[in-house]
């Protein structure tokens, strides 16, 4: 059974920062892994979708890396900023399903 | 165009009561999947649909159910209501059935169980 986790649970920095979320999964047999945001209340936004062909996925200040041999991957977020505050989330899909970590909650303060 | 659309936006039931859920998806798109997000399991997988047909269930009981129609739009039932079904129901949508087609989510059904 496909076990995901996300490291830290909750992570505070001050505006302009760059920082890395970081995601683990434990059967690397998958087809893709997909980061979302969610914000309070709100359904998950998309970010960065990397096949399992991939190494790394760009979108604006946002990279996202994977490696499938050592079942990890990371989110780095550039220049952060206010509106970036929310949680993260990691997905690996799988072939029958889809496995989400509990998500990094990030806060950046102005 | 329009983001995937998940209605109501909350709901209140009591203890054996059942509950319809609606997700109508991006238009074109024809994959729905439906999960289930509470403060301890988080997100969980439920079930997906394509073209009318379920591919993969979750491991939820058989209180919970589903379908699609022929427009793509989908349902989800859940009977029998318990205390722990209280949770954010969030539903998603691809553009299809293959392995790399991103999901997109509606904002979710908050069901509230007393």
């Known amino acids: 059974k496909q076990e995901v986790t996300q490291i830290p649970a909750a992570l505070s920095v001050p505006e302009g920062e760059n920082l890395v979320l970081n995601c683990s999964f434990t059967d690397s047999a998958i087809y893709n892994l997909q980061w979302f945001r969610q914000d309070p209340g709100k359904g998950l936004t998309s970010l960065l979708l990397i096949q399992s062909s991939q190494r790394e996925q760009t979108s604006g200040r946002l990279n996202a890396s994977l490696d499938k041999s050592s079942g990890r991957s990371t989110l780095y977020i550039a220049a952060s900023q206010p509106g970036d505050s929310a949680t993260y989330l990691c997905a690996v899909k799988g072939y029958s399903t889809l496995t989400f970590g509990k998500g990094t909650m990030l806060l950046v303060s102005p | ?114």
Not at chain 2, 68 to 74: D, E, P, T, V, Y
């Open chain 2, 1 to 114: 165009k329009a983001g995937v659309t998940q209605t109501p936006r909350y709901l209140i039931k009591t203890r054996g009561q059942q509950v319809t859920l609606s997700c109508s998806p991006i238009s074109g798109h024809r994959s729905v999947s439906w999960y289930q997000q509470t403060p301890g399991q988080g997100l969980q997988f439920l079930f997906e649909y394509f073209s009318e047909t379920q591919r993969n269930k979750g491991n939820f009981p058989g209180r919970f159910s589903g379908r699609q129609f022929s427009n793509s739009r989908s349902e989800m039932n859940v009977s029998t209501l318990e205390l722990g079904d209280s949770a954010l129901y969030l539903c998603a949508s691809s553009q299809d059935d293959s392995r790399n087609s991103p999901l997109h989510f509606g904002n979710g059904t908050r069901l509230t169980v007393t």
